[in-house]
């Protein structure tokens, strides 16, 4: 719940002090919760003690989550991380403020993602992935590369016919080339969105493809192109996107197609030990068999 709702559910439960506190905090949210307690309070004519015990009544666990909720908000209008650097790294942190605020952000963006998770699309998207008889081609611009990179490596693994589309224009339009009907794009896109995932999604849908997407906000333009969409939580105490919450969910995934595809899995798994083994095998006896140079006299 956010501050407003917290406020709604404990208002006859607050002192008189706690609502002009509260009423300073709302004209000045999301922003004035970014600040100390004793800079809140400064602001507001209080003490920072009247400051900490009404976020605890209002069932906060610490004043970092008071700021986690505030940062959220706050990033969450702003598009580049240029835009959102006075919010994220404008007031002093120690480098231990740091690291817990990252694992607080995405301990959240894991929990939201879950909570707000489709059951019935999950398992439409998980398996649209497992039945396709033709390629599933999945596709991440920018920071999100690495996304793209995971899914392909892991799903290649449950099912064969699993490709990057690519990063970039010349790299993406090639292989938009021999694309058919029986073929999947899967496409990862958040803020800010990519024209070129977009563009890819509408050409699979005229060659009549299912598209799934992975993106951040029911108003991301890819979602009136897919077929099924799930939605991820981006939030995070730096300027830049969290992807935490992307893996998770590609672990979710990959986890469901496999489900699905327990003996094609289990066979494929069998088949790549094969391979290791021979290229483990070669690559210790190529080293047996390479005679030492001999040095110069």
């Known amino acids: 719940m956010l501050l407003t709702d917290r406020l709604l559910l404990q208002a006859a439960a607050l002192t008189a002090s706690e609502r002009a506190l509260a009423d300073h905090l709302l004209r000045h949210y999301p922003d004035g919760l970014l600040d100390s307690a004793s800079a809140m309070a ?37 598009q580049t991380p240029a835009q959102r650097t006075p919010a994220t790294i404008g007031s002093a942190r120690s480098l231990a403020e740091c690291v817990d605020d990252a ?75 021999w694309v058919q009907p029986q073929d999947v794009l899967l496409v990862f896109t958040i803020r800010r969105y990519s024209n070129g995932a977009l563009l890819a999604a509408r050409h699979f849908r005229g060659q009549g493809c299912p598209v799934l997407a992975i993106t951040d906000s029911v108003a991301a333009p890819i979602v009136a192109c897919a077929d099924h969409t799930l939605l991820v939580g981006t939030a995070n105490a730096s300027p830049f996107d969290s992807y935490t919450a992307a893996f998770f969910l590609a672990n979710a995934l990959v986890s469901a197609v496999a489900q699905l595809r327990p003996d094609e899995v289990a066979r494929a798994l069998e088949r790549r030990d094969a391979l290791w083994k021979g290229f483990e095998a070669d690559a210790v006896d190529g080293l047996r068999r390479t005679p030492t140079p001999r040095r110069m006299k």
């Open 42 to 78: 400064a602001r507001a004519g209080t003490s920072a003690s009247t400051v900490v015990r009404l976020f605890a009544k209002l069932g906060y666990a610490s004043l970092a989550e008071v700021r986690r909720e505030a940062r959220t908000e706050v990033t969450a209008l702003l």
């Open 103 to 177: 694992a607080l952000h995405d301990q959240h963006n894991i929990a939201a993602t879950r909570q707000g998770l489709d059951m019935a699309v999950f398992e439409a998207f998980a398996r649209t992935v497992s039945d396709c008889t033709g390629r599933v081609l999945v596709m991440a611009e920018k920071n999100s590369a690495p996304v793209a990179s995971y899914l392909t490596t892991h799903l290649n693994m449950c099912r064969p016919g699993v490709q990057e589309l690519g990063l970039g224009a010349p790299f993406a339009v090639d292989r938009l080339l």
